[in-house]
């Protein structure tokens, strides 16, 4: 005798969604149970068509049902959430019992629906969600140059460089975007005074603009102050919905703040960003030597090649007008000639550098005449000037 939908539903209250680790009735994923002539069929709603759990959550489906007695077939079928019910899911995921805290972001906006799945049928998932037809904007055939900003260590002012340099190259006259990778210590939107969030239309998601600066950051999808706890295949998920379902609109530059180190994150910035050129920013304490060797070896591990030094914090300029060198000297110099790269630029310590990022308003924009703001110009024409030729540095060793 065939089982009825209240049994079905009943077994399926001990499925868990592997990456949530939450039964699938208590996530709201299941939309539909059909039972006919001992055929089950099983309707599951996933946040986005490519979702890495999906042939998992096809496997335990298919393995629950049939333990039922008198079952001969079971069919898994797949819906897409639209972006409301994919926002449900996270925030019932981040409820007691789920992670300790998930974002959400608008998933795959209008995404056509995956339709039926059987185990082995799943088209093998693309990086960049091919399978749907979202092509990647920043592929190798891209006019866009992709300028990833990385540090050896943190706090050297990597995303007030990056800020920075990204209104600077719009001054410039350049198309410019930025992408805020540093998902744990996101600070782009704030540096860049942006209040609005982005559009969400049916396909795709509007970053917003200041200063000539489009910006997409994880920012935007996090309430204030919350510690973000990503497990990685949403991580994952969330960085190619910003550079897929972005309309970036084909900028010239895309200013990419790094995340720290050469974790998931930054590998699949790389992955996602084939052509991206490495600049490491750096203070001018001459412990160059440890910074050198962690840019190498990230630089090696995510197969992109290392085009330039970045001095920050290079000297104070006293009230007298004397350069003072409150952080020693010869850092940037020292790291450009370990790495075997051009020292690109050097940018003053100046308390309105830190004022314009605080209040969201850049030093670049408010005081286009300082000594940083001309550095930061100076960097840009740089940075412009190298052309978009992918370097490689068979020197650049890992000790
Ligand atoms: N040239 C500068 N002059 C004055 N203050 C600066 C300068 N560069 C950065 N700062 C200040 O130093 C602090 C750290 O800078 P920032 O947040 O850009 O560093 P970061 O390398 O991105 O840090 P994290 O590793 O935490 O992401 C900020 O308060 C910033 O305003
Ligand atoms: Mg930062």
């Given at each position: 005798?065939?089982?009825?939908?209240?049994?079905?539903?009943g077994?399926?209250?001990?499925?868990?969604?592997?990456?949530?680790?939450?039964?699938?009735?208590?996530?709201?994923?299941?939309?539909?149970?059909?039972?006919?002539?001992?055929?089950?069929?099983?309707t599951?709603?996933?946040?986005?068509?490519?979702?890495?759990?999906?042939?998992?959550?096809?496997?335990?489906v298919?393995?629950?049902?049939?333990?039922?007695?008198?079952?001969?077939?079971?069919?898994?079928?797949?819906?897409?959430?639209?972006?409301?019910?994919?926002?449900?899911?996270?925030?019932?995921?981040?409820?007691?019992?789920?992670?300790?805290?998930?974002?959400?972001?608008?998933?795959?906006?209008?995404?056509?629906?995956?339709?039926?799945?059987?185990?082995?049928?799943?088209?093998?998932?693309?990086?960049?969600?091919?399978?749907?037809?979202?092509?990647?904007p920043?592929?190798?055939?891209?006019?866009?140059?992709?300028?990833?900003?990385?540090?050896g260590?943190?706090?050297?002012?990597?995303?007030?460089?990056?800020?920075?340099?990204?209104?600077?190259?719009?001054?410039?006259?350049h198309?410019?975007?930025?992408?805020?990778?540093?998902?744990?210590?996101?600070?782009?939107?704030?540096?860049?005074?942006i209040?609005?969030?982005?559009?969400?239309?049916?396909?795709?998601?509007?970053?917003?603009?200041?200063h000539?600066?489009?910006?997409?950051s994880?920012?935007?999808?996090?309430?204030?102050?919350?510690?973000?706890v990503?497990?990685?295949?949403?991580?994952?998920?969330?960085?190619?919905?910003?550079?897929?379902?972005?309309?970036?609109?084909?900028?010239?530059?895309?200013?990419?703040?790094?995340?720290?180190?050469?974790?998931?994150?930054?590998?699949?910035?790389?992955?996602?960003?084939?052509?991206?050129e490495?600049?490491?920013?750096?203070?001018?304490?001459?412990?160059?030597?440890?910074?050198?060797?962690?840019?190498?070896?990230?630089?090696?591990k995510?197969?992109?090649?290392?085009?330039?030094?970045?001095?920050?914090m290079s000297?104070?300029?006293?009230?007298?007008?004397?350069?003072?060198?409150?952080?020693?000297?010869?850092?940037?110099?020292?790291?450009?000639?370990?790495?075997?790269?051009?020292?690109?630029?050097?940018?003053?310590l100046?308390?309105?550098?830190?004022?314009?990022?605080?209040?969201?308003a850049?030093?670049?924009?408010?005081?286009s005449?300082?000594?940083?703001?001309?550095?930061?110009?100076?960097?840009?024409?740089?940075?412009a000037?190298?052309?978009?030729?992918?370097?490689?540095?068979?020197?650049?060793?890992?000790?």
């Amino acid at each position: 005798m065939s089982p009825s939908s209240e049994q079905v539903m009943g077994v399926l209250t001990k499925v868990e969604e592997p990456e949530l680790r939450r039964s699938l009735t208590d996530l709201g994923m299941i939309r539909d149970v059909e039972v006919r002539r001992r055929k089950v069929s099983v309707t599951v709603a996933l946040p986005a068509a490519d979702s890495a759990s999906r042939v998992e959550i096809s496997t335990r489906v298919r393995a629950a049902v049939a333990g039922l007695g008198g079952v001969k077939d079971v069919a898994v079928n797949f819906v897409v959430m639209n972006p409301q019910e994919a926002e449900a899911l996270t925030r019932t995921a981040a409820t007691p019992g789920g992670p300790r805290r998930s974002a959400s972001i608008p998933v795959s906006a209008g995404a056509p629906a995956a339709g039926n799945s059987q185990p082995g049928a799943t088209a093998p998932r693309s990086p960049l969600g091919h399978e749907q037809g979202r092509a990647n904007p920043f592929g190798t055939n891209s006019r866009t140059r992709v300028i990833g900003i990385s540090s050896g260590k943190g706090g050297v002012g990597k995303s007030t460089v990056t800020v920075n340099l990204a209104v600077a190259l719009a001054q410039a006259g350049h198309d410019v975007a930025l992408l805020d990778a540093d998902v744990y210590g996101f600070s782009v939107p704030g540096m860049l005074g942006i209040t609005e969030e982005p559009t969400v239309s049916d396909l795709k998601m509007t970053p917003p603009e200041a200063h000539g600066v489009r910006c997409m950051s994880m920012g935007f999808f996090l309430e204030d102050e919350q510690p973000v706890v990503w497990r990685g295949p949403m991580l994952h998920k969330a960085l190619e919905q910003f550079l897929v379902d972005v309309d970036w609109g084909d900028p010239e530059f895309l200013l990419v703040d790094m995340p720290p180190g050469t974790g998931d994150v930054a590998l699949s910035m790389a992955q996602y960003l084939p052509t991206s050129e490495m600049y490491v920013v750096t203070t001018p304490q001459p412990a160059a030597r440890k910074v050198a060797q962690r840019s190498a070896y990230m630089a090696k591990k995510l197969k992109l090649p290392m085009r330039g030094v970045i001095e920050n914090m290079s000297w104070w300029r006293s009230p007298g007008g004397e350069r003072e060198y409150i952080f020693g000297q010869g850092g940037g110099t020292q790291l450009a000639e370990e790495l075997g790269v051009t020292l690109l630029g050097q940018i003053p310590l100046d308390t309105a550098v830190r004022e314009g990022g605080d209040s969201g308003a850049p030093i670049t924009v408010t005081a286009s005449d300082s000594e940083a703001s001309h550095a930061f110009a100076n960097l840009a024409k740089a940075v412009a000037g190298k052309g978009r030729t992918r370097v490689f540095h068979p020197e650049l060793t890992v000790r």
